[in-house]
């Protein structure tokens, strides 16, 4: 009988292609708040069950002898203005997702190998050119502190027993969904560039090494603790949008000034867009993990072209 692995918020982009990669080899189990809309969304072959995302309910069975529960739940932090309830609503869906899988897995008799929290490079704030492993300390900021309180919640497993990682994503790069279609549409009319004055450090992954990378996590048993998820070269702003307006073959020559972010987007541009995080998977590369797409360029050029999947 195949493992099962519990994946929530698996109708976002990374949880879709996370259910995609894993459903061949483990019985994969989809937690969403809408399960008829989610099994239109993920596809046959895996079974979706209905959740709060905030309490320990009807699936709490599942967490029994199972291999992995995965939480990728958490509310967009690109869908709207940060205002006050948004941000209160950001928190919420991550601390609440958080300890429902603690209290799922506490209440197991026969607890699952590893749980893995999603969580992302804002742990560390911005920081300039300083270069960010794991061992960095965490940041200031909203996002910082977000960052915090899912992982702080998420690591009481270790209390039961349970292996736990902190999968602290950079900047998630596919063709579709993500951040990187609206990164590309200015290029579309020939007015590509970059975002501030360009030197904030932009730390990414391809979606196909994100997701090879939370299984190597999920099934690698030395592995604990937190691990970032982001390639082994990090470029600058300015870097990321020059390569990107190559691969298109459209010219990346405007920017978009601080103070024009800050007034269409308010406190979100500062922590999303001007922030800089060198951020380095030092401890994915000492676990010997190998990047299918370590260079931007051969990145963007599969993903554009629609050539971005698992060599192997």
């Not at 702080?152 to 951040?179: D, F, I, P, Q």
């Not at 299918?292 to 072209?305: D, F, H, K, S, V």
Request: hydrophobic fraction near 45%; charged fraction near 25%; proline fraction near 4%.
């Amino acid at each position: 009988m195949a493992k099962r692995v519990i994946i929530s918020g698996a109708t976002g982009f990374i949880g879709r292609a996370l259910c995609r990669a894993l459903q061949r080899d483990y019985e994969v189990i989809a937690l969403s708040r809408d399960a008829r809309r989610a099994a239109g969304t993920i596809g046959e072959g895996i079974r979706v069950m209905e959740w709060d995302a905030r309490t320990a309910g009807g699936w709490t069975r599942e967490v029994e002898g199972a291999h992995a529960v995965i939480n990728l739940a958490g509310e967009n932090l690109a869908d709207g203005r940060w205002t006050q309830s948004k941000r209160a609503s950001i928190v919420q869906s991550r601390t609440n997702s958080a300890s429902a899988v603690v209290d799922a897995v506490d209440g197991a008799k026969t607890r699952p190998a590893v749980v893995i929290q999603a969580s992302a490079v804002g742990f560390y704030g911005s920081r300039g050119d300083e270069v960010l492993a794991e061992d960095a300390g965490i940041g200031g900021g909203f996002l910082a502190d977000v960052c915090r309180r899912t992982e702080s919640m998420a690591t009481r497993v270790e209390r039961a027993g349970v292996r736990y990682v902190a999968a602290r994503s950079g900047l998630v790069l596919a063709r579709e969904g993500g951040a990187l279609p609206r990164l590309v549409m200015p290029y579309r009319f020939y007015l590509g560039g970059w975002l501030g004055h360009g030197r904030q450090w932009f730390p990414w992954i391809s979606l196909v090494d994100e997701i090879r990378a939370l299984r190597f996590l999920m099934e690698d048993a030395r592995l604990t603790g937190a691990f970032n998820l982001t390639s082994p070269n990090p470029v600058t702003m300015k870097e990321f949008s020059r390569t990107l307006g190559q691969v298109l073959e459209r010219p990346a020559w405007t920017m978009v000034p601080a103070f024009a972010l800050r007034l269409v987007l308010g406190p979100m541009a500062d922590e999303a867009l001007l922030t800089s995080q060198k951020a380095i998977p030092k401890r994915l590369v000492e676990g010997h993990f190998r990047f299918q797409y370590p260079q931007l360029r051969t990145a963007l050029e599969a993903i554009i072209q629609g050539e971005d999947h698992e060599s192997g």
